[in-house]
């Protein structure tokens, strides 16, 4: 299977602890994208990335947070000091950027549990 | 981006045709309809898109009126599997193509 593969997919973690998830995308994908998701409601946008450039975060994404995609590759994306409300499922998710409109494929997610 | 307005939860029954309805009242003329299916501990998966009148694939058909305020996607004979939430999302893809979703309809299948 080639699709977006996240690792790992839960992570049990005491407050203010640090976390670090990653993120595979698609090998030919060039935009990648972070979302969090609590339960009952969609997916929230957190960042974007084309190639290895940030080029969009969003206000959710507080200065704990940190996403990063060396050589426009893999990404992880950090969570420092960790908090209860930081409990999450956390999705990547990838597309090509030719053509209109390139759906965004996303992995499983890793679920945060913050203790 | 566009708001859009679908019902929190519909209930079905194995075989039948089901029909969800997705509001976008503000749709803007560079808008596409996409819409995607969630099941639990996954993440979502793309399903359709369109942009005018009607769209179909090998999973589902999207109709949008003309005037696009509004979409359906209907799942043909749906089937204990199709139990998920399905999300309609609408605008245009910008350069970075975020999405945003709203709460999404649960579609419960029975047997």
């Known amino acids: 299977d080639t699709g977006v593969s996240q690792n790992p997919r839960h992570k049990i973690t005491k407050r203010g602890q640090n976390v670090t998830f990653r993120c595979d995308p698609i090998s030919e994908h060039n935009r990648l994208y972070w979302y969090r998701q609590t339960l009952g409601q969609g997916p929230e946008f957190l960042t974007y990335f084309q190639n290895e450039a940030q080029l969009e975060k969003s206000r959710l994404l507080s200065d704990r947070f940190s996403a990063e995609r060396p050589k426009g590759s893999f990404s992880t994306l950090e969570i420092q000091r960790t908090e209860q409300g930081d409990s999450a499922m956390y999705l990547c998710a990838s597309s090509w950027d030719r053509g209109i409109n390139q759906p965004q494929h996303f992995g499983d997610g890793t679920r945060l549990s913050i203790l | 981006l566009a708001k859009t307005t679908q019902p929190i939860s519909m209930d079905s029954y194995e075989g039948q045709e089901v029909n969800i309805t997705c509001s976008h009242n503000?749709?803007?003329?560079?808008?596409?309809i996409t819409w995607y299916q969630q099941f639990p501990s996954q993440g979502p998966r793309f399903i359709i898109q369109?942009?005018?009148t009607k769209v179909t694939n090998e999973v589902a058909s999207l109709f949008i009126p003309a005037d696009r305020k509004s979409s359906t996607l209907s799942l043909p004979r749906v089937s204990l599997s199709d139990t998920a939430v399905y999300y309609c999302?609408?605008?245009?893809?910008?350069?970075?193509?975020?999405?945003?979703f709203g709460q999404g309809t649960t579609l419960q299948v029975k047997p």
């Open positions: 999302l609408v605008g245009e893809i910008s350069n970075t193509g975020k999405l945003i």
């Open positions: 503000n749709i803007a003329t560079n808008d596409y």
């Open positions: 369109g942009y005018k």
